[in-house]
């Protein structure tokens, strides 16, 4: 059995809580990556051709909130945030394969007016944050 998933360009997370661009301001800090405002639980596809080399925690006080780790042919490593993994670690991906389910981080953040999310980062070898609309 084939199934097909409808692909759709996400826009970028603007909100009360904050902006979702690469290095826009976030108390105090730079903001790492880029959110893509996205439904809750829709399919999330890998943003490149790699290797699934991690299914982490986004928060340590908080093991319901996951992330996937593709590294591809340059070792970067391409991070989706919110994301429910539901491909295993070692499993060769490409942009077309669905890696994981998006979570409503709005939970986490109540009467923030925040939009549902994923946030997608990207670091190098020596663990440096790379602009993912650049190496994407």
Known sequence: MIRQIQTVELEIRSDEAGDGHYHAPRAGRQHNGIDFACQVDAPVLSPVSGVVTKHGYAYPDDLSWRYIEITDGEALRHRLFYVYPTIPIGYTVTPDTEVGRSQNI???????????????????????????????
């Open 106 to 136: 709005t939970i986490r953040y109540p009467g923030q007016g925040m939009t549902p999310h994923i946030h997608y980062g990207v670091k190098n070898e020596d663990g440096e944050h790379l602009n993912p609309a650049v190496v994407a």
